[in-house]
């Protein structure tokens, strides 16, 4: 039996994050069994909470046999833990992700020899040169670059692994077809073709305040450990090294400017018991002799790399910078931004094709979809849900809906 269609059924039925493990456990890992139970057999072991449960068993296993058909269409691989590919680190995790959508390499997934390199987005050229360099040295032994795929230390981390033709996660923080952060999708695709972008989210997803603490967890229990580079007092990049820490990981810090508020994180980190990282070998001596057989010792770096790849890297931007500075500057003019409505697809149920016919570029809340269409909440909330998996509307603040 094909176990995924379960999986993705669980997983939207109890939502990113949920506490899981317990559940999954008692029923051996077999999700079919736990669609096949009542509702008293599940709220018995009092591992969810009514509510939970209620909602779990009341959801539809139409709405996972799209994002399987979504998933398939675009070429996006389904790892759940029946898997061969789930990652390893992952399994013991109360809140493990029960589907990761993975664009790319998923065979990358198992390397337990992973280290996620996080920090701010807005960072300094001496943060992207060091977490750039510390990847690259990481990479050139072996090791997989975990990170965000955010600007910042996350891209210098990601482009590191990519110098050296080694392998990098990049999770998301949204769904896989969701036009985020379109300026770093060069960079998506590079990563998708020499690792994998991977996310617990389904297709179409939008990125929120809540789906980025949430992904965070896979980014620390992907890996042996997180390095944090660059963070300042109230960076997100905080919160994978809490959960790191959390999760039985190791947390490092690079130590930076004492009287700069971009580095106020990462020496408090090391103030409350991080390791500091002044050479690779900071990071390197707590897994060499657990990874003896897989290092190449003839390899191995000296103390300084880090330091001098940083220094390359730095003097490379210098040059970059001096080469924009003497280009003649081009007039900028001033486009206007049209919204073309897609044309509907051939397939889309009945009352999806009513709804999206109504919504267009000025957002319409729900209850005016529902009221003006003359359906039933639930009924325009499954036409919804279908528009946003095909990527054809946007939901913004207050259940209002916009085309995309």
Known sequence: MNYDLYWVWLSLGLGAGASCLDLVTYFEWNPYEIYGSTFNEIFSLNV?????????????????????????????????????????????LQDLPLVLYVQGDETVLTNEMSVSVVGARKASDYGRAVARALSSAMASLGFTIV???????????????????????????????????????PLRDKIAKNGAVITEFPPMTPASRTTFPLRNRIISGLTLGTVVVEAGEKSGSLITARLAAEQGRDVFAVPGDLVSSSFLGTNNLIRNGATPVFSLNDVLEEYCYRFFDKLNNETRLPDDEIMR?????????????????????????????????????????????????????EPIHVDEITNICKLSTDATLSALTELEIYGLITQISGRRYKIN
């Open 147 to 185: 990170s965000g795929g955010a600007l910042g230390i996350d891209s210098a981390a990601h482009q590191g692994a990519l110098d050296e033709n080694g392998k990098t996660i990049c999770v998301l923080g949204c769904g896989l077809g969701t036009k985020y952060l379109m300026e770093n999708q």
């Open 309 to 361: 790849r940083a220094q390359e890297y730095l003097l490379a931007n210098e040059v970059k910078e001096e080469v924009k500075k003497e280009e003649p500057k081009k007039e900028k003019v001033k486009e206007e931004k049209v919204t073309v409505k897609k044309a509907p697809p051939s397939y889309l149920t009945p009352n999806a094709l009513k709804v999206y016919e109504l919504i267009q570029d």
């Open 48 to 92: 969810l909470n009514k509510k939970r449960v209620e909602k779990l068993k009341s959801f539809p296993i139409e709405k996972a046999e799209e994002i399987l058909r979504v998933s398939k269409e675009n070429g996006w691989k389904i790892i759940t833990p029946s898997s061969e590919y789930y990652p390893p680190n992952l399994l013991h």
